[in-house]
């Protein structure tokens, strides 16, 4: 028996040696699932179907148990079931027709060079453990230095490699590179001064007492990122101290308004520390007047941060860059990759002007991140991180900033043309303009549309909030049905008197959306509203009833 | 001109739409690169080198302009590049000679499944953009759950699923686990009291009047990780906050002076609340005495937290989860997956026993993380994350937690085994004696030993410093030279008074790291070390001199 044993736990040992060791050939039993994995992703790839319709509970059954598996699966077993309860199951976020988010098409080079990233295993957070792969990402954050603020070559040759400096972080995405530039902003407002060693050092409430301000703020349009809000309870500054400043019609920041709360601020021995812009709002694509708020931030001495996160990559088109006019003036800019510079998940960046600003954040250890040396993660707020900049590294090369622009001036005359289809059709409404490649609409009747003229202020709710529950509702039906995907959200329009209304949400990023797509998506929406207000009938006769009434008038 | 223009416009967008185009045939261009990528990985997986001997200075050479490509690259092209230039000059961490990091060899499987990560470039920030591998997530996160605190079924069925609860977080890695970790404790001990709408709304500054503290306390080993220090920082409660408590001989820390340190807090009115225990250490690889931090921490009202990033997948042994016993009492645990469970790089996780702490940081917004949806996102630092938690699952399934628990206890035995060796060795000294698979150690001639126990306290003094840069050349030639790579550090043995002491840190992870690799790097150090004495002779005329005034006494 124990003879037996033995026996067996030298086998298990043997197979988990072996499942450690390079395949040698090519034929090999991994080969062959590599083999079938990618055929498999590659008919996913080509149906052009955002999801399968099949209820989440149902999902969950494949993946309800919390037990540990005790012993060994195959791996060509447990590919099969990735590929038929995973895959299977998974929404088709690249597909042309999934045009809800900012998730878009990836380049196809990049599977095969993923290889690469995932093989090698770097650990960037020093370069004992990533090697070249450090001066790589020190020269992506380089290049977009160079994008945003296009300093002279001697600048890039002083600072990109410099041990202690940094141009920058790369991170998992923009809600990190967020926090990191406000924990900048925060650290040098709150700077270490006579005694006081910082806030860094002494924390947030020594800080206070300090300095002797009543409160911190930073101020942002009130269409400003979620994540701002992360980051100021992360921060311990508080959600209340992002204080939201009003938008015009064309949801831009009130510059005056947010003078206005600066004095107000200052009058009441507030310190706000920074003035965030936008650019590209991620509910409507919307950017902030940047220059104005440069002037801003620097007549008030606020670190000015711009989240562009969203709409960065348009400086990559010759074209379009001039929307962004005033980004060069920013202290700190987060831009991700994994959204329209098209890498995978996980690649954000925030970019810093003045190489000396994150030494604000600067930190050491004994056995890594010694003084003096090249290691990046003596800046970052994560510590061990992938080499995902290799990934973006090539798309800059194999792309080139030609073909990027090419890909974002698409994408903004696809975004006009799908406007254009909304605003000739009789039954869509377009609540915001693209800007850039994002628009917000909703399905309206033309009766409808005409008896919203019309109706009392009662009745107008009335139809508002029922036309609120008809875009929640043909946008689930429409997500459901798995051929396409828009996505919704709430908004505040100056024509319905800033009530919240609910509206479908579109971002035309994907280069393989065509206009024939576009047309279909819309055709689809009116077909689920027709079947909706045949059903539920609360729009069509209330409808009738203003109409009827206007013309017995 | 013009219609040359357009008509390159037109093939350039022709080729842009290509590379977003799943190639057709196997044997296409794409096809033919990545067997080229998989066949130049597997020469450079199994050349068993750490490093190749080429200054950094000589790597930054290759990535030295800050200029952005104009012109698109040909993927070949680019591809040749990075071979030559990225994989060529990389660190091989998964190399069995490479034994100084917490990086190991992936299991190869790992390869062709993380294709499908990569290609379906899922969000799972929400489940519109990643749908089953949210469950998928929940579930992994339900396996840690019970991995560490074993509740019963009806439990994971009620919570792992559940909307608006979450049982943890998985994020890039430790240094966001264990900031994700304290925000919920800060949050929680700041919390809405009476008009007081709590820190992550009011901010630290207006919760610290409110509560009327002096100030806040976070108390860890001094062995704790840089992380914790950078958590202080990030969470506004100031590193000075993080209050070092002494390790007793075999590196961990002493609860008497923990406890006394909490009374001496008390008696200041500064709030302590949270401690942390360590379940191996960085440096040492040593684990605290958690039931005993876990009394203390009930007694006194903090938050329980123990970091274990590394150590943490001894839970998987039978045999060796006795180390951490009392971890089931903390309210939460952080544990890398990219350590010793062996998944690439960016998965760690936090882990809260009880599911409705994460709701002192739950937040919400518009277009996303809706009250009532069980989006991932609505309890993380971070916002978009790729579907890394995929290769975790099948690693799980695959290995099992049997075969974790082989890895495991072979890597502890490993260590034993080196302690062995090195204690033997009469050139060497153990410095830590491994308690799971990591131990230090530095290279001392014999002579030199014996000449400490009888030099003056001066002599004394100029040898160990001596030693230090002996060690510290060692370490460093040993790296160059590329065979292999061990780490290191500095740390206060009680054997040399807690004189701060650079040793050798080696990391016993990697499963194809046989005994005879471990003797050859014995012997490489030892051959480094000679050359080194002759060449730089301030260790062997000290030694003969007070070996010569001993003897002749």
Known sequence: ?????????????????????????????????????????????????????????????????????????????????????????????????????????????????????????????????????????????????????????????????????????????????????????????????????????????????????????????????????????????GRDSLIPIKTDNNNRVVVSEMKAKLDELKAKNIKPFAIIGVAGTTETGTIDPLSELADLAHAYGCHFHVDAAWGGATLMSNKYRHLLNGIERADSVTIDAHKQLYVPMGAGMVIFKNPALMTAIEHHAEYILRKGSKDLGSHTLEGSRSGMAMLLYASLNIISRQGYEMLINNSIEKAHYFAGLIDAHPEFELVTHPELCLLTYRYVPARTQQALTLATADERETLLAALDDLTQFIQKRQRESGKSFVSRTRITPEKWDRRLTTVFRVVLANPLTTENILQDVLAEQVEIAKQSIISSPQIRTLTDHILTRHNTE
């Open 1 to 237: 028996m124990a003879v037996v044993d033995l026996k067996k736990a030298d086998a298990t040992q043997a197979s988990l040696h072996r499942i450690f060791t390079v395949p040698e050939a090519p034929d090999s039993t991994l080969g062959r699932i590599e083999k079938e994995i990618s055929e498999n992703l590659n008919v996913f790839l080509q149906t052009h179907i955002a999801a399968r319709e099949k209820p989440l509970a149902e999902i969950e059954k494949d993946f309800s148990s919390a037990a540990l598996p005790e012993n060994p699966t195959f791996v060509s077993d447990h590919t099969h079931f990735l590929l038929n309860k995973l895959v299977a199951q998974s929404v088709h976020t690249s597909a042309p027709t999934f045009i809800g988010h900012m998730t878009s098409a990836l380049p196809y080079f990049l599977m095969p060079l993923s290889k690469i990233m995932i093989a090698l295993n770097q650990n960037l957070v020093k370069i004992e453990t990533s090697k070249a792969f450090t001066p790589l990402e020190r020269q992506v954050l380089g290049m977009l230095h160079n994008l945003i603020y296009d300093e002279p070559e001697p600048f890039y040759d002083r600072w990109m490699h410099s041990a202690n400096h940094s141009l920058g972080a790369f991170c998992s995405g923009g809600t990190v590179a967020n926090i990191t530039a406000l924990w900048v902003a925060r650290n040098n407002a709150l700077k270490p001064d006579g005694a006081f060693r910082g806030v860094a050092q002494e924390g947030l409430f020594r800080a206070m007492k300090h300095y002797g301000y009543e409160d911190l703020a930073v101020l942002v349009s009130e269409r400003g990122h979620y994540s701002l809000k992360k980051a100021a309870d992360v921060l311990g500054i």
